[in-house]
């Protein structure tokens, strides 16, 4: 099962799966790991981050993002989310202009792609390094182009709640010879470098495997092996995301007093999670739709509640970082609401879930009396 355990001639499933996804994704190297949180670790120190840098990232997003941050000795710079819940292009340049970090670890949360173009633009402006966290983006395009082609390195999840699963797992992907090196020796490579699936040549690994310390953090061929097989019908489901997702979006459009995200018009997201706003809804009227769906069947997340149940985005719960003033971002969050979309679902019963939510929420938003 161990990927470097196949004989001589033979190809592990680890290495099959980094070739395959390397192909798949359109990028040279590929890196088979741990999780996703382990691959930006891993990216972050890649690209040379190290104690006490500052890198900048989304202060929407999950809490392996900071987590990663925090576990190379970094100190994340929180970016405030836009109303489409990507990243705001405006605080993002004040504060790459403004503070000494030098990496963006830009997370596509919930899938929500920012304009691409300007990001670019802004990281070439201020000399900032762009790593990809695509946990909610594999299978999803920016102008045409896969999201995670964008960045020097990219970060991708396996884990049971992503786009492909394998229990637990990671991908990281680079064009960088350089990179693909560093990281293939972070992850635990002894001096097996060249059993790798879409890795450098030994060229690249002269000086990188004396200097590079060893973090195990290494896939294994069982989960290599349940991976190939979901690449091969992912671009198939991600049309099928697609479609549930909008036939829940078409429920709740018209209903008053929502907001769902749009879109940037150049985004293909993967609708494999549905979020939608209430502004200027108040905690207690957040509660009650929580509440009134859970008692008809449906289980929302909301990420305004005071308290992280389940799981956490909301900065305020992230106290291993320092503290930090991000008004909009509270403010969007505490009406946001979330539900997984899992293929599961036919259109049926999205169809159904859509119908209870418009219902729910006709009946608990309270309107200004006019
Ligand atoms: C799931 C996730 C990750 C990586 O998570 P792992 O559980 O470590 O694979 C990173 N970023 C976001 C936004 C995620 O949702």
Same mark, same amino acid.
């Given at each position: 099962?161990?990927?470097?355990?196949?004989? #001589?001639?033979?190809?592990?499933?680890?290495?099959?799966?980094?070739?395959?996804?390397?192909?798949?994704?359109?990028?040279?190297?590929? $890196?088979?790991?741990?999780?996703? !949180?382990?691959?930006? =670790?891993?990216? $972050?120190?890649?690209?040379?981050?190290?104690?006490?840098? $500052?890198?900048?990232? &989304?202060?929407?997003?999950?809490?392996?993002?900071?987590? +990663?941050?925090?576990?190379?000795?970094?100190?994340?710079?929180?970016?405030?989310?836009?109303?489409? $819940?990507?990243?705001?292009?405006?605080?993002?340049?004040?504060? +790459?202009?403004?503070?000494?970090?030098?990496?963006?670890?830009?997370?596509?949360?919930?899938?929500?792609?920012?304009?691409?173009?300007?990001?670019?633009?802004?990281?070439?402006?201020?000399?900032?390094?762009? *790593?990809?966290?695509?946990?909610?983006?594999?299978?999803?395009?920016?102008?045409?182009?896969?999201?995670?082609?964008?960045?020097?390195?990219?970060?991708?999840?396996?884990?049971?709640?992503?786009?492909? &699963?394998?229990?637990?797992?990671?991908?990281?992907?680079?064009?960088?010879?350089?990179?693909?090196?560093?990281?293939?020796?972070?992850?635990?490579?002894?001096?097996?470098?060249?059993?790798?699936?879409?890795?450098?040549?030994?060229?690249?690994?002269?000086?990188?495997?004396?200097?590079?310390?060893?973090?195990?953090?290494?896939?294994?061929?069982?989960?290599?092996?349940?991976?190939?097989?979901?690449?091969?019908?992912?671009?198939?489901?991600?049309?099928?995301?697609?479609?549930?997702?909008?036939?829940?979006?078409? +429920? @709740?459009?018209?209903?008053?007093?929502?907001?769902? #995200?749009?879109?940037?018009?150049?985004? @293909?997201? *993967? !609708?494999?999670?549905?979020?939608?706003?209430?502004?200027?809804?108040?905690?207690?009227?957040?509660?009650?739709?929580?509440?009134?769906?859970?008692?008809?069947?449906?289980?929302?997340?909301?990420?305004?509640?005071?308290?992280?149940?389940?799981?956490?985005?909301?900065?305020?719960?992230?106290?291993?970082?320092?503290? =930090?003033?991000? #008004? &909009?971002?509270?403010?969007?969050?505490?009406?946001?609401?979330?539900?997984?979309? #899992?293929?599961?679902?036919?259109?049926?019963?999205?169809?159904?879930?859509?119908?209870?939510?418009?219902?729910?929420?006709?009946?608990?938003?309270?309107?200004?009396?006019?």
């Amino acid at each position: 099962m161990h990927r470097y355990g196949a004989a #001589p001639q033979e190809i592990s499933q680890a290495a099959a799966l980094e070739a395959e996804f390397a192909n798949w994704q359109g990028v040279q190297f590929c $890196l088979a790991l741990t999780s996703g !949180g382990q691959a930006i =670790q891993i990216a $972050l120190r890649s690209v040379g981050v190290l104690p006490k840098d $500052l890198v900048l990232t &989304n202060a929407f997003t999950l809490a392996p993002v900071p987590g +990663a941050i925090a576990a190379v000795g970094a100190k994340a710079v929180l970016v405030e989310s836009a109303k489409d $819940l990507t990243i705001d292009l405006g605080d993002l340049e004040e504060k +790459a202009q403004n503070s000494a970090a030098r990496v963006l670890l830009l997370s596509h949360m919930r899938g929500h792609i920012a304009d691409m173009d300007r990001i670019l633009e802004i990281c070439d402006r201020y000399n900032v390094t762009l *790593v990809e966290d695509c946990a909610h983006t594999m299978g999803a395009r920016f102008d045409g182009l896969r999201s995670g082609n964008h960045g020097l390195v990219s970060c991708f999840s396996t884990q049971t709640y992503k786009h492909i &699963n394998s229990g637990e797992g990671g991908l990281l992907t680079t064009n960088s010879a350089e990179i693909a090196a560093r990281a293939t020796m972070l992850s635990g490579s002894y001096m097996n470098f060249s059993r790798h699936g879409a890795g450098p040549d030994e060229t690249s690994f002269e000086t990188v495997r004396y200097e590079t310390p060893n973090m195990s953090a290494r896939m294994d061929n069982l989960r290599a092996s349940i991976l190939t097989p979901q690449l091969d019908r992912l671009d198939t489901n991600v049309t099928r995301w697609s479609e549930r997702h909008s036939v829940l979006a078409k +429920a @709740l459009e018209s209903v008053e007093g929502v907001e769902l #995200p749009m879109g940037h018009s150049k985004a @293909l997201r *993967v !609708g494999s999670s549905f979020q939608f706003r209430l502004p200027g809804a108040d905690a207690n009227t957040c509660q009650l739709i929580l509440d009134q769906a859970a008692s008809l069947g449906v289980e929302l997340k909301w990420f305004g509640s005071a308290e992280p149940i389940g799981f956490t985005s909301n900065h305020k719960s992230w106290r291993y970082i320092a503290a =930090q003033s991000l #008004p &909009n971002t509270d403010e969007i969050l505490s009406t946001l609401f979330d539900m997984r979309v #899992p293929l599961s679902f036919s259109l049926d019963d999205c169809a159904h879930i859509g119908r209870i939510l418009q219902h729910v929420l006709e009946n608990c938003v309270v309107r200004d009396p006019v």
